[in-house]
Nanobody, 125 residues
Framework: QVQLVESGGGLVQAGGSLRLSCAAS????????MGWFRQAPGKDREFVGG????????YYADFVKGRFTISRDNAKSTVDLQMNSLKLEDTAVYYC??????????????????WGQGTQVTVSS
């Protein structure tokens, strides 16, 4: 099991940027495929982007391609989500998650075993 803590959320104007960070303890982030998800009020939790295990390739939902970037720092055991050109519809609680052992990559929340508490991102006009 790994414990995950997100940070970096906040209020930003449309077109602005935020950087979210996910710190892992218990096991290093290089031991898992990692993912970022988000959930807006009244909506299902949706996949934002992920980093595969063990290769560390990144992949994204179509709605964030070209705007969001995921990076991993194995020494610090962190996974960051750089969000640029933010839109009103990006407003949500963002969650970091670690996939089940042996998962190479997944866009499905059901394949993720451990979750952080979430961090709120609010984009204003």
């Amino acid at each position: 099991q790994v414990q995950l803590v997100e940070s970096g959320g906040g209020l930003v104007q449309a077109g602005g940027s935020l950087r979210l960070s996910c710190a892992a303890s218990g096991r290093t982030v290089s031991s898992y495929a990692m993912g970022w998800f988000r959930q807006a009020p009244g909506k299902d939790r949706e996949f934002v982007g992920g980093i595969s295990w063990p290769g560390g390739s990144t992949y994204y939902a179509d709605f964030v391609k070209g705007r969001f970037t995921i990076s991993r720092d194995n020494a610090k055991s962190t996974v960051d989500l750089q969000m640029n050109s933010l839109k009103l519809e990006d407003t949500a609680v963002y969650y970091c998650a670690a996939a089940r052992r042996g998962t190479y990559y997944s866009r499905s929340p059901q394949q993720y075993a451990d979750w952080g508490q979430g961090t709120q991102v609010t984009v204003s006009s």
